[in-house]
């Protein structure tokens, strides 16, 4: 993915946000980060390094700062309830665009993709959000294609996810897709993800 440098992957938080659409890819990307010869750095920042609270209560200190976080070769940007502010912050947004012009590759969980519509990043593409969501997204930018069915849509340089828990499958996705199938299968059996829900 060539930046020069060790492949580093930020997972931005911030006020708002849900917190297994933080916790679940960045578990999956750390036990990644501790089994992969590519040794990839995993951190989490949020815009000043501050500490953050999440939709539920959770709170999380950050790694670091946007800036201190650069470079990335991958962002995930998290949904929840905090992303409705920031879709309508045109300073963030001109940050989600100055990031897109230097990442390599953009993701997005849950209602993540309502930023990433917003800061026009999303135009005539296909995506995934949450089910409740969906209105949101295509008021925000009507060129969307939204995928209702998806768990997660990889566009190359965008990969978007549905819901919360879908997040993990798309993390999973994104260690298979960097280092290979048996390396996400390995990271899988690491965290024991085997849905096999009871309802």
């Not at 917190?19 to 920042?45: I, K, M, N």
């Not at 999440?54 to 946007?66: E, T």
């Amino acid at each position: 993915m060539g930046t020069g440098s060790a492949l580093r992957v930020g997972v931005f938080v911030f006020d708002g946000a849900e917190e297994l659409d933080v916790v679940g890819p960045y578990d999956v990307l750390a036990a990644w980060a501790q089994h992969s010869p590519l040794r990839p750095q995993v951190c989490t920042f949020s815009a000043d390094g501050r500490g953050v609270r999440c939709a539920k209560g959770l709170r999380l200190l950050p790694d670091c700062d946007a800036d201190e976080a650069l470079p990335l070769h991958v962002l995930v940007y998290p949904g929840g309830r905090g992303t409705r502010a920031l879709a309508a912050d045109p300073a963030h947004l001109r940050w989600v665009r100055s990031l897109r012009a230097t990442v390599p590759l953009v993701t997005s969980v849950c209602t993540g993709a309502l930023v990433l519509a917003a800061a026009g990043l999303l135009a005539g593409r296909p995506a995934a959000t949450h089910h409740a969501a969906v209105d949101e997204l295509v008021a925000l930018d009507p060129s969307v294609l939204v995928d209702t069915e998806a768990r997660f849509v990889d566009d190359g340089d965008v990969v978007t996810s549905a819901g919360v828990s879908a997040g993990i499958d798309m993390a999973l996705h994104l260690v298979a897709r960097l280092d290979g199938p048996d390396a996400a299968a390995e990271v899988r059996r690491a965290i024991q993800y085997d849905p096999a829900p009871p309802v």
